[in-house]
């Protein structure tokens, strides 16, 4: 099932799909967020704040705007 | 590989970038490669510092040039502009011959990312694979050999938290152990080579790689000619050639090289993945998390106002001294005044500063260097986006509340330019420690202090005051948001690096430089306008000024005790500063402020309090001659009580005396912040629209508030 990565829940696992043509897609894949690699939301802050994904060793924080550029494969 | 015997002359000093992503520890390796031997410039066009610094090893000098961080030289913002600039710029003399690229160990594909693209650029490289140690907790091993096949560049592992492994970078710089290999990827498969080869002829640059910098950063990087750029898009227009889809194949190209070089370097050791406790999971906490950062806020600024006002107090009286001792030092005379009375309590004005402006930024470092500080912008930024502003924007807003100018400084590091002009425009309009004392005096003047239930009504009072303070910049900030026009567009990409202790030599490097980049940059501002006021307050058009300090000198002959003596002193002072030209402006601004409900006595302190707020306090004490100690909260309320205007009402009226308040809180009233915007936005426009606006703000409400109440 496909989904956007602003949609999952935390501790949840996925896999990227591919990133949403915009003016963000460059700054996103350039930290790492490439079709193939795995995602785990680990935070979330209240009331639709920013979104903590855990990528390889790292915890990058996006908001949900650009959480929903991101395309996922839910495992 | 260079010879490490190549002769140089010994003129030339060589020049040495450092480069990296964000929080890999670049910062630390250069503070400990240059220690004091710093300095900080600008780069032209960008708010972007520029940290250049000596290092000596065995006799020889080499200069240490401290890029921002980045994750790619694409051109995403300033920083990368800068990198970009300092990188590939045509400028022999300027050009780092070498160039130092730190990896963490743990995040080995995103710094081979930018790594390899300094590769393409053809530059001379070598890359410190640092914090070995976190990566050793996390059970990660590097085979570093692997790297070096791919790259065919030098490599080092360190740990830059140690002393180990630092001086292997020295010995590394000093054997020039730098390797140009070029060429990573083949950038003619994004780009047609027809166009690469006339970017490279148009501009004479060494290889296709930096024709195609030139492609990307000429539409954006101002210090190209505009000649250059308009040459530059018709070249794009007219071939119709898809920037965007180049830079994403490029991306997809390199990451896909990169990855199976990552794979045959790094053994993950696969023990049982146990569900390990993540303190972030009460820093982050939508309750705790929130609680923790009010917390911490409130033991920072409780530290920083019990801290700081030792030494401010000691710089006041060391200036005071200073002053008093010049003054009967050098034979009396204008000189002798300018100095004693105009220069040093000028650079006293500057200098009472440092105390505040270097604790803030300790404790700023602390929170950054132990990886807090992005939490906070994860917690807060939700609260600040309706406002226009950036979860960054939550530490100048609340520095505000101690000192507009160290807040303004903390702007700094928001990336954004809209966000980033609204927090410096707003962040003056917190209710700083400046206006405590003239609240403090205006409150027990008109509010009785009389507690209804628990509640004390000066302290409700004040607490109004705070709030409309916070008023003042949501209000203003939402104003801003839908005024400015940026094609910016706002995001938030921001890592949460890994917990670890602060390192203490670049908190205390950081609390250093923040002070002097104040002092010799905003102090000269600073200095002039106070010598100014100086001059306008001591100073008249008639000879009017000298007969009074003979009326004054006669009636002290003839004063007969110490009483009397203070009286006549504190008399002639307040005759003077009527008759000065700030006395004349004052009754020239009457006009003008009479529907606020002031006389042209509160003139004179609004005029001689555009230095400071708290000079207001200090100016009426004199105006209506109260001798003895100014600072007496109560001398000076029982005299401003006795002032009655010439139809028998009281001048500090309730009505009066909120106006002066509201004033107060809006109204800039503040050189020190003027000039530390005018340095932070590297230009007078914003300074001055924001002086126009805050003192436009405060004789609004300033007007409402008196013919409301009177």
Known sequence: MLKTADQISVTQTVIIKEIIDSPLKLNLMELGFLPGKSITLRHSAPMGGPMAFQLDETILALRKNEASLIKVQLL | MNKPNTPISALKIPKIAIIGNPNVGKSTIFNQLTGLNQKIGNYPGVTVDKKIGVMNYQGNTYEIIDLPGTYSLNPNSEDEIIANRVLNQSNEAEKPEFVLMVIDSSQLSRGLFLATQLMDLGLSLAIVLNMADISAKRNITIKTFEIFKALRVPI?????????GLDQIRELIHTRNFSKKGDFIAIEEVVPITLLDEFQT??????????YQMLRFGRVDKIISQEDRDWIKAKLEELNF??????????????????????????????????????????????FGYLIFAAILL?????????ASVPMDLIDGFFAELSGRVNNYLPSGPLANLISEGLIPGIGGVVIFIPQIAM????????????????????????????GLHGKSVVPLISGVACAIPAVMAARNIGNWKEKIITIMVTPLMSCSARLPVYVILIGLVVPDKTIGVINLQALTLLGLYFLGILGVLGTAFLLKNILKTTEKSFLMVELPSYRAPRWLDVLLTMYSKSKTFVLEAGKIILAISVVLWVLAS????????????EGEIKLATATNPMQVDEIEAETSSLLLENSFMGIMGRGIEPVIRPLGYD??????????????????????????????????????????????????KVYNTATAFSL???????????????????????????????AYMTGLAYLSAFLVYQILS
Request: with cysteine; proline share 4%; net charge positive.
């Open chain 2, 202 to 211: 148009k501009f004479q640059l060494p290889n296709h790689y930096q024709a």
């Open chain 2, 661 to 691: 308040m509201v004033f107060y809180a809006f109204a800039m009233q503040c050189m020190s912040t003027i000039a530390v915007v005018y340095r932070e936005t590297k230009g007078w426009k914003w300074p001055l629209i924001q002086t």
């Open chain 2, 242 to 287: 898809d920037l965007e889809a180049a830079q994403l194949e490029e991306t997809k190209i390199r990451y896909k090289k990169i990855t199976k070089i990552v794979e045959l370097a790094v053994v993950k050791e696969l023990t049982v993945k146990k569900k390990k406790y993540s303190i972030d999971q009460i820093f982050l906490h939508p309750i």
């Open chain 2, 360 to 387: 803030l930024f300790g404790f700023l470092a602390i929170l950054e260097d132990t990886g807090y500080m992005s939490r906070v912008v994860f917690l807060m930024d939700r609260w600040m986006r309706p406002y």
């Open chain 2, 600 to 649: 042209w006595k509160i003139g004179i302190a609004l005029i001689a309090s555009f230095a400071a707020r708290e000079v207001f306090v200090s100016t009426i004490a004199t105006i209506y001659s109260i001798g003895g100690d100014p600072e007496d909260d109560l001398t000076i309320r029982q005299k401003l009580n006795q002032q009655i205007r010439p139809n028998g009402e």
């Open chain 2, 156 to 164: 080092l592992s360190t740990d830059a938290r140690g002393e180990k």
């Open chain 2, 299 to 307: 033991v920072m600024f409780q530290a920083i106002f019990a801290w």
């Open chain 2, 539 to 550: 100073y008249g058009p008639s000879n009017r000024m000298d007969e009074i300090r003979t």
